[in-house]
């Protein structure tokens, strides 16, 4: 059975950095498309990044320049660096693994999720 176990979710300061983790179990091989989404109360769940086995990645406009994607295919796990942290990247954070050949920020693309972690930015 596939699990995602996010970590490293926590409550900072503006401008703060935290750094996300998602382990990967159950799945021999690695996700060819793995993600980042999060949610804030109130709102859809929205694409942060995502990252191919390739290293293609791509980013939402409003963490462009801020947030880094990366992943370590050999110990499964992807991990999403985030700096200059704004109250508006408050939300849950959800990591996500596609099993199929196209990547992106639309949910609809991801086959399993985890089961979030939470990052709270106080102004």
């Known amino acids: 059975q596939v699990q995602l176990v996010e970590s490293g979710g926590d409550s900072v300061q503006a401008g703060g950095s935290l750094r996300l983790s998602c382990a990967v179990s159950g799945y021999t091989g690695s996700f060819y498309c793995m993600g980042w989404f999060r949610q804030a109360p109130g709102k859809e769940r929205e694409g942060v990044a995502y990252m191919t086995t390739y290293t293609t990645a791509a980013y939402a406009d409003s963490v462009k320049g801020r947030f880094t994607i990366s992943r370590d295919n050999a110990k499964n796990t992807m991990y999403l660096q985030m700096n200059n942290l704004k109250p508006e990247d408050t939300g849950t954070y959800y990591c996500?693994?596609?099993?199929?050949?196209?990547?992106?920020?639309?949910?609809?693309?991801?086959?399993?999720w985890g089961q979030g972690t939470q990052v709270t930015i106080s102004s």
């Open positions: 996500a693994a596609g099993g199929g050949v196209q990547c992106g920020l639309l949910a609809g693309l991801y086959d399993y």
